[in-house]
């Protein structure tokens, strides 16, 4: 049964066309298949002759198979690029619709030539954006700042972008003469100067001269009509997915800062203000073109910014996802209406390489493993997608990394967005490029979630008994008439039960392997379950000791603290003790002055009283001792043992009255 590509179903996001590199035709494990129409869409890949294993033959079904002596214009024409551009423009009185073309493949491919072309020959970028220059022509606007159409644009602008004309964008960048030059994916010279930089004097001769850009293949054949009665303006704007974050290819801050090293800042896909039903790369930097050339000095400007490295694989290999967009943006020139916006989008793909071909280590190996997973995220959205045309309703998931995000975010109506039924579908072409003679595995994972369909052909692996019995129908029995003789038939039934014998002693000795390994399996489950016991227990003695450990701090902590305490209480007590003492004698130096003020007697002393006194302070004094013998055997009795004791003073007691001396008069 003839397995034919099927029609691209309204929820599929691309069309995919493969490209073959060119190769010669011996030791190649794909093929195209021969069909009687001019175009074929089918190749068969096998799985080298170097290649023991046991293999299926897989068989790929693809829009269209570019083989390899297809030329740049054909792919330009045959992949439907240009009636995408048309869609992109929009027809008189109608927006135009968004637009997306993608390329992919292993490293080294054939991928930045088929987009980017090379030194020669243009590339499906360049020759789309000629189509767009020409299309637009007489109605295009040269915005300048200050003029009504920069101003109407720079608030039309959903992305909060950093929005430039070419003209100033190319005199920020090449004003100041540089000499460094980074590893780029531009494939054209740099030298001399352009006509677009206001001051002749200060010209870079770094910047991209238009002479030296590639013009071939020519597109003049190709006339795309645009709205008369409206007025376009193109803008163009770069950014790179690297370690799945996004980067603006056109802030200048390697080239500027001559710092290859430099930290970038990171953009934001997300949703703003302006743009709630659908998400924008917000901070971009976006330059207004005015001529095919600026554009292509934006670009030039843009691929010296991108990462590249050196592998294994690819000299200058690409070690980002390139995304390249140009916005035709459109409006009535009389009624001045709002901006339209459609979008191209051309992305340039990393290639997915194998480490061990690519020879990458350290940062670059890093770089690889972010390019590998986010390329198999693409391929389960991708396959999700292929899988939608039988009628299944399955979510893409693309949501997994940036790149995917990106590619198929805005593919889908949001639920908040009001003006989706007034936006066509978007149009999507994946070009695949695969070298037949490269690397077979990395070819093969590709090819499998890139085909619109896939048919798999399992080689047939013969079983014991046919390889037993084959030798009856292959050895010659009887040389002489060629019939089956007795002898013949014993001998072949002699052969068949020794080849039983010694499968069954096999046999034998892998079940007596097998219950070792059994016996071997469950010692180690054993000791793996004491060792977790064992475990337990050691975390729950380590866990009483700290609690105890704990205890005791906390309880040492506590007697310090009412130590403290005490000693804080004695110290007031002792305080409060002399303030007591300065009271009193203040107060007997106040009665003495007021009796000496009012009455003075003088008399002597009656013998008896003195003797009398005497006797009471030796009393006073031996009861003072005891009380203090007393206080002292508290003290030792208390609960802190740590408290310290406050002695009591002896003190004298003094008659303000005796120190009066009476006198008979």
């Not at 789309?128 to 915005?143: C, E, I, M, P, W």
Request: neutral net charge; proline residues 5%.
């Amino acid at each position: 049964m003839t397995m034919e590509p099927p029609p691209k179903p309204s929820s599929a996001l691309f069309d995919v066309f493969l490209r073959l590199r060119p190769s010669s035709k011996s030791d190649r494990f794909l093929n195209v298949e021969e069909i009687e129409s001019e175009n074929p869409t089918h190749i068969t890949i096998k799985p080298p002759s170097t290649d023991g294993r046991k293999k299926a033959v897989e068989r790929f079904a693809f829009t269209r198979v570019f083989e390899e002596d297809a030329q740049q214009s054909d792919l330009f024409k045959g992949t439907g690029v240009v009636p995408m551009i048309e869609g992109v423009l929009g027809g008189r009185g109608r927006d135009g619709r968004d637009g997306l073309l993608a390329t992919l493949g292993v490293t080294g491919s054939g991928k930045s030539h088929t987009i980017l072309g090379t030194k020669s020959q243009r590339g499906l970028t360049q020759m789309a954006l000629d189509v767009l220059f020409r299309s637009t022509g007489n109605h295009l606007v040269q915005s300048f700042y200050g003029a009504p159409s920069f101003t109407s644009l720079l608030h039309a602008d959903v992305s909060e972008a950093h929005l430039l004309t070419a003209t100033a964008f190319l005199d920020s960048m090449y004003g100041d003469n540089q000499s460094e030059r980074f590893p780029s994916r531009a494939q054209t010279p740099m030298p001399d100067c352009s006509s677009f930089i206001t001051n002749p004097t200060s010209r870079s001769k770094n910047i991209p001269r238009p002479s030296a850009l590639p013009q071939t293949p020519s597109v003049d054949d190709i006339q795309l009509p645009a709205d008369p009665t409206a007025e376009y303006a193109i803008v163009v704007s770069m950014y790179e997915v690297y370690n799945d974050r996004i980067f603006d290819l056109l802030s200048g801050s390697m080239t500027k800062n001559k710092n290859s090293n430099l930290k970038r800042r990171a953009l934001l896909f997300k949703s703003t203000e302006k743009s709630p039903d659908r998400k924008v790369v917000a901070g971009l930097t976006k330059i207004i073109c005015g001529s095919l050339e600026e554009a292509q000095m934006v670009l030039e400007t843009g691929l010296m910014e991108r990462k590249v490295a050196g592998t294994g694989s690819n000299a200058v290999s690409s070690r980002s996802h390139g995304f390249f967009c140009v916005e035709v943006k459109k409006r009535d020139p009389h009624r001045k209406d709002p901006w339209s916006s459609s979008t191209l989008t051309i992305v340039d793909l990393a290639g997915s390489e194998r480490a061990r071909n690519a020879k990458t280590a350290g940062a670059t190996l890093a770089e690889a493993g972010k390019i590998n997973s986010s390329l198999m995220y693409l391929g389960q959205c991708m396959q999700m997608q292929s899988d939608n045309q039988d009628g299944s309703k399955n979510i893409v998931p693309f949501r997994q990394c940036k790149l995917t995000e990106l590619l198929f975010s805005n593919s889908f109506p949001s639920s908040n967005n009001t003006r989706h039924h007034q936006h066509h579908p978007q149009k999507s072409i994946m070009v695949v490029t695969a070298d037949p003679k490269g690397d077979y595995n990395a070819t093969s994972q590709i090819l499998r979630y890139s085909a619109l369909a896939r048919e798999v052909t399992v080689p047939r692996i013969p079983s014991t008994t046919s390889t037993i019995l084959s030798g009856s129908v292959l050895r010659p029995t009887s040389a002489s008439s060629g019939r089956t003789t007795p002898s013949a038939i014993i001998e072949e039934l002699e052969s068949a039960t020794a080849e039983i014998a010694r499968l069954t002693s096999e046999i034998e000795i892998f079940a007596l392997r097998l219950a070792e390994e059994t016996g071997r399996r469950k010692a180690a489950e054993q000791s793996w379950r004491a060792a977790e016991e064992h475990m337990q227990e050691v975390e729950q003695d380590v866990r009483d000791e700290c609690f105890a450990e704990m205890e005791s701090a906390v309880e040492a902590e506590r007697r310090r603290w009412q130590a403290a305490w005490d000693a804080e209480q004695d110290n007031n007590d002792m305080h409060m003790d002399r303030k007591i003492d300065v009271v009193i004698k203040a107060t007997k130096q106040q009665m003495r002055e007021q009796q000496r003020s009012t009455v003075e007697v003088f008399e002597d002393p009656d013998p008896e009283v003195k003797e009398r006194l005497e006797e009471l302070e030796r009393e006073n004094a031996v009861l003072r001792a005891k009380l203090e013998d007393k206080e002292r055997e508290a003290a030792a009795r208390s609960a802190s043992p740590v408290k310290k004791m406050r002695v009591l003073k002896a003190k004298k007691w003094e008659d303000p009255e005796a120190a009066l001396t009476l006198y008979d008069d």
